[in-house]
């Protein structure tokens, strides 16, 4: 049986991460000031999490994430899982945005694996911390011309070209030019991380 994936709001979204962060961290024993500590996220901010009063970034989120040892997608609690379900894209929020309009939806996502649909305006540009040891990512720009530096070296990935990186190193993604840019990107987190 075929399920299709329910429209999620701005709001749901936040009670969903709001009570999946608590049960974390309530699962493992952790005061909110342990969890402050082990995620490296102000005590603050955590508390706004759980209450579903803030709205953090997508850095905080994986950093979250990361801290409990899990794939992004895994901060949001879910209820049994069916052998297949449909993600309309017109019913994803976006988890990154900036003024300017550009944005990054994630469209689908598992423990390990992530599916995400990228915009960047002119002029923008979307910097990341290293990931989890072993993470890559791969991405295939539509249109446009896309900028991805990694250890400081910038590289050129045009419209219909695909590139693949390792990113558990600081990486950006820019958009140099003066035509907006889209890609999709594939990201592989390893639960738990992997040597090398």
């Known amino acids: 049986m075929v399920h299709y994936s329910a429209p999620v709001d701005d709001a749901t979204l936040a009670r969903r991460l709001g009570s999946g962060l608590r049960a974390r961290r309530t699962g493992r024993g952790w ?46 609690p879910t209820e049994g899982r069916p052998a297949v379900v449909v993600h309309d894209r017109d019913r994803s929020v976006p988890l990154w945005r900036t003024s300017s309009g550009s944005e990054a939806r994630l469209l689908v996502a ?9 915009r960047l ?33 910038s590289h050129v990935v045009t419209a219909d070209a695909s590139v693949a990186l390792l990113a558990d190193r600081p990486h950006a993604y820019r958009n140099d030019g003066d035509r907006v840019v889209s890609f999709v990107m594939a990201v592989h987190e390893p639960v738990g991380g992997r040597s090398g």
Do not use: K, M, Y
């Open 31 to 76: 005061t909110l000031d342990e969890a402050s500590e082990r995620l490296g996220v102000s005590r603050r901010l955590l508390v706004q999490i759980e209450q579903a009063e803030a709205n953090p970034s997508l850095s905080t989120l994986l950093r979250v994430a990361a801290g409990f040892g899990i794939g992004l997608s895994d901060l949001l």
């Open 110 to 118: 598992t423990a390990e694996l992530e599916l995400w649909d990228w």
């Open 121 to 153: 305006e002119p002029g923008d540009v979307r910097r990341s911390e290293a990931h989890r040891a072993g993470t890559e990512e791969v991405l295939s720009v539509r249109a446009g011309e896309l900028v991805v530096e990694v250890d400081g070296v």
